[in-house]
């Protein structure tokens, strides 16, 4: 395939981590800086963003996201194709809940390729994408995931055990990726196909018996978004990505910051939503009740239907959230807190049921004891005797109804 030139791309791996306070304190020190929204640019996403939704993702107090940001020099070489490319920033997204045991933070990666051809980052976004990758760096060959941990977090591995989090994550990285291109006669649907599940480019016209069927590439192309003539979106489980022509440029500020902030914190906001579901399922066993509270309190603050007053902006939002299946989720969660709900009310009817019943037994014990017509049928005359007799009795009957209670269950 002959070489295809590009004029403009966007790439950026993002992770998950989780983090502490040690950490957090760190970043000031290892020249991470707070971003901050102008006061322009915050009125206008405050006019174009429902209220909700622009003070998680777009605020300068403590109320929202708080995102760090590094600017970066280094240059890496993929050893298994030679490929250099240039590291050129990382953001990191922290979301503090009160609610939640645990913090958890996403970090993006931005890279930029040295031949900005489309083979080039086809085959960098596919290599990318792995904590395995071998890279080479500084005369030093080592893992990207050991890259990421000496020299871009001070040290600092951006997992922690083997946690929730770190199970969902996995071992490679999601991927966002914007390409734009001179030339408006290629395929993008195939160009979107092949980014997007990091096939081969050409895969699809090849038609070798490796290539996917016509049925599967409609299936994926199924959560495509195309309202525009000059460029389309494909959005999977694992990745983002635009083809077009004349819609981002690098060196322009608005194409630049539409795709960079505003429309990647979309992706951002449901991959973390989604990251939570996952985490709220994998230990919902272990404390029912705990997670249910944690869960509502999770479902009021995070799930949208709609986020903006335009309509580019939810139809981008509702088709990242598909593709994730986060309703799918947020459903069978759902039907599990009911089932929970419905064994809880089972269970505290059944001891409100025993309860009265311990009530009316105790109730009953004094009786015996002041009904002089009992004491005389059976011809005790004494009456510290017939307490004596009687009253364990009543203790002894209401033990054995106890044992067989506690028995059966």
Not at 83 to 108: D, G, M, P, Q, R
Not at 186 to 212: M, V
Not at 221 to 246: A, D, P, Q, R
Request: glycine share 2%; with cysteine; charged share 25%.
């Amino acid at each position: 395939m002959n070489q295809i030139n590009v004029n403009s791309s966007l790439f950026k791996t993002i992770g998950f981590m989780d983090y502490d306070n040690v950490f957090y304190n760190e970043l000031g020190n290892n020249d991470f800086f707070q971003k901050t929204i102008d006061k322009e640019t915050l009125k206008f996403l405050e006019n174009s963003y429902h209220s909700e939704y622009a003070k998680i993702m777009f605020s300068n107090d403590n109320s929202g996201v708080k995102i760090f940001s590094k600017k970066l020099d280094y240059k890496i070489s993929i050893t298994k194709r030679g490929n250099n490319v240039l590291v050129k920033s990382i953001e990191v997204f922290f979301f503090n809940n009160t609610f939640e045991n645990t913090k958890t933070a996403i970090y993006a990666i931005s890279y930029e390729p040295v031949t900005n051809s489309l083979e080039e980052i086809s085959n960098i976004s596919n290599d990318l994408k792995n904590h395995d990758c071998e890279i080479l760096f500084e005369s030093k060959t080592m893992l990207l995931e050991y890259f990421i941990s000496e020299n871009l977090f001070f040290g600092k591995k951006p997992s922690i055990g083997n946690s929730s989090l770190e199970q969902y994550a996995g071992s490679r990285f999601k991927n966002y990726l914007v390409v734009d291109f001179e030339n408006e006669n290629l395929d993008r649907d195939h160009l979107l196909y092949e980014l997007g599940t990091s096939s081969k480019i050409g895969t699809i016209s090849e038609n070798t018996i490796e290539a996917p069927s016509s049925s599967y590439i409609n299936k994926v192309l199924e959560n495509k978004i195309s309202c525009f003539n000059n460029y389309e979106c494909l959005t999977l489980l694992n990745s983002f990505t635009v083809v077009g022509t004349k819609n981002y440029d690098i060196n322009h500020v608005h194409t630049h910051s539409t795709w960079n902030d505003i429309y990647f914190s979309i992706y951002i906001f449901n991959l973390y939503v989604k990251c939570s579901l996952q985490i709220l399922l994998n230990d919902f066993t272990s404390d029912a009740m705990s997670k249910r509270r944690e869960f509502q309190e999770f479902y009021n603050k995070y799930y949208f239907k709609k986020i903006s007053y335009n309509f580019l902006p939810n139809e981008i939002f509702k088709r990242i959230s598909d593709s994730l299946e986060i309703e799918e989720d947020l459903e069978f969660i759902q039907n599990r807190l009911e089932t929970l709900a419905t064994q809880v009310n089972e269970k505290q009817q059944k001891q409100q049921e025993f309860l009265l019943f311990c009530i009316s037994v105790i109730a009953l014990l004094e009786t015996p004891l002041h009904i002089e017509g009992i004491r005389e049928i059976i011809g005790i005359e004494n009456l510290s005797i017939y307490n004596s007799l009687v009253y364990p009795i009543l203790i002894l009957t209401l033990a054995i109804t106890f044992i067989f209670k506690f028995r059966k269950k």
